[in-house]
């Protein structure tokens, strides 16, 4: 096995063509996280992104996106906003993680969506978590189909708040694929709003962050597709989401609506009219992402594995980034966890929150 490695500004077509093909030959790979397009865009953003090419017998059979500070610290790319991490690769290709890492030039390589199936970094996982997903087809039934039978108070009182917020403010409307910038503009002010009001960080003042979600609103690939996605009541958008989505994976990314409407459930209902869309698209399913949420328990049909952790070989930079990075994960591991310590209330996404004993329970499957 060879390992080179290069900026993500010099990847040819012939190069960035190997990559497609290669997440193509493994489902765990379509996620548009682990599309070249994404790392091609934080690089176009932030300094320090390189990529890692693996080849056998001359071909390129591997890649590992990530950046690199100056005292060769490294993390996947976009840590901190992508939600599917991995170095993608054939079927049947492996690789020693010290090796690796010292081909790269660091002495630690920080993950926290790693895909389960990543083996060589096993030892260096230390922990794991579930990020809910959709199954856009239920076996003969399509997602909707599947929430109705699981969850028929749901899908009901859904569909009368609804027919409710058509009545009150405007005739309802969907657009999956919105390509105004205006409104994507409004979805990253509502953002903002809610990060500051849930006492989260801001991502959105920070203007790298702004500007790469502008930057991958234009790119329309196979592979990676930026999606604005909006519920409007006549003319007003009551409800917006953007997120990359391959041929078959939709990433939920960015969700917000405005505050004004919450009492109809702004959120739940573009979850539930992006997968209908998105299911009409053909795209397979809907990844939620990382995160223990009410409204994720109500729409998953199951759950992915991923890990984080740090991969290290021995070097003093090593360890004292863990002895300084592990406590602080802890710390966010625990205040995620812990509903007591989160906002209580009503989800991040406009869901409203399931009380008592009146969920439904799901069919099994």
Known sequence: MDTTIQGLDELSAALRGAWHRTMDASPQYANPFLAPEFAMGVARHRGGARLAVLREGGEPVGFLPFERNAFGVGRAIGLGLSDCQALVHRPGITWDTRELLRACGLSVFEFDHLVEEQRPFGDYVTGTFASPVLDLKVGEESYAEWLRGAYPGLAKTTLKKERRLGRDVGEMRFVYDERDPRVLRTLMRWKSAQYRRTGRMDRFARPWIVDLV?????????????????????????????????????????????????????????????AEAAGREGVRIMDMGRGDKEYKDWLKTRELRVGEGFATRRHPVATAHRLWRRPVRGLRNTVLA????????RSDSGVPAPRGSGRATPRPR
Request: glycine share 8%; aromatic share 16%.
């Open 338 to 345: 812990h509903p007591r310590l989160r906002t209580s209330g």
């Open 214 to 274: 502008d930057d991958l609103f234009q790119v329309r690939e196979e592979h990676f597709t930026g999606v604005l996605s909006v519920v409007y009541a006549g003319d007003r958008p009551v409800a917006a989401h953007f997120g990359p989505t391959s041929g078959t994976v939709f990433a939920a990314w960015f969700t917000a609506y405005d505050p004004e409407f919450r009492y109809y459930s702004p959120g739940l209902l573009m979850h539930l009219r992006m």
